[in-house]
C-alpha cells in the first residue's frame, strides 16, 4: 500500500483512492443485489472479489497516505481498512474461534471447487450450512456472466471423488422448474435434476 504514495495520480488527486475505494463497494454492493434477484454472477471464481480487493487496497493505501489530514471518523474507517490485516494476525494468535469471526470477509477471496467445468455448464461445491450435507451446483455461463440454479445432495453422485466426472451436459427440453443434466463419470452415465 506504501508504494501507492509514489504513484504520480495519487499524489496529484488525493481523493483519487478515496473514490476508487468507494466505487469497489459500490460495484460489490451491486454485484450482490444482481445475485440475490437474479442469481447471475461475474463468470470466473475471483471476478466477484475484485471490486472487493480494490477497496480494501484503495481504502488501506488512502489512510496510509493522508492520515493526518482526516478527521476521527475517516481515521477510524480507513485506518481500519489498513490495519484489518494486522488485526487478523493478532486474533489468530489468541483465538482461533475469534479468527472464524473476524475472518469472515476474507472468506469472498477463497475459490470454489470446481469439480467440472465446460462450455455448457459447470458443477462446483455449494453449501447449506453447517450441519447439511455436502452439495453439489449447477452454473451455466451466460457471456461474461454465470447463472446459478439448485443444489442437489452429493450422496445423488454416489461418487467418492468428484474428481471422477469427466462429462456433463445439460438435456434440452427439461421442465420449467427444474433443468436437468447427464453425468459421465468413472460409474457410468447418469442424470440429475437441478431446481431453477
Given at each position: 500500500m506504501l508504494a501507492v504514495s509514489r504513484y504520480w495520480p495519487a499524489?496529484?488527486?488525493?481523493?483519487l483512492l478515496k473514490w476508487i475505494h468507494l466505487g469497489g463497494w459500490g460495484l460489490s454492493l451491486l454485484q450482490l443485489i444482481v445475485f440475490e434477484i437474479f442469481n447471475i454472477s461475474l463468470r470466473g471464481q475471483w471476478a466477484d472479489a475484485v471490486p472487493f480487493g480494490v477497496a480494501w487496497l484503495a481504502g488501506g493505501s488512502y489512510f496510509a497516505l493522508h492520515r493526518r489530514q482526516l478527521n476521527t471518523i475517516g481515521k477510524l474507517y480507513f485506518g481500519g481498512w489498513f490495519l484489518y490485516p494486522g488485526l487478523l494476525t493478532v486474533a489468530y494468535l489468541l483465538d482461533r474461534i475469534f479468527f472464524v469471526l473476524v475472518s469472515l470477509p476474507i472468506l469472498v477471496f477463497l475459490p470454489n471447487t470446481e469439480f467440472y467445468s465446460g462450455s455448457a455448464c459447470s458443477l462446483r461445491a455449494a453449501t447449506k450450512g453447517f450441519l447439511a450435507p455436502p452439495q453439489v451446483a449447477?452454473?451455466?455461463p451466460i457471456g461474461p456472466l454465470e447463472k446459478h440454479y439448485g443444489t442437489v445432495s452429493r450422496d445423488e453422485l454416489g461418487l467418492n471423488n468428484l474428481a471422477d466426472i469427466t462429462q456433463a451436459t445439460i438435456i434440452p427440453g427439461s421442465s420449467s422448474d427444474t433443468?436437468?443434466?447427464k453425468v459421465i463419470s468413472s460409474k457410468g452415465k447418469q442424470k440429475l435434476s437441478f431446481p431453477r
Open positions: 499524489q496529484q488527486k488525493p481523493q449447477l452454473v451455466t433443468i436437468s443434466v
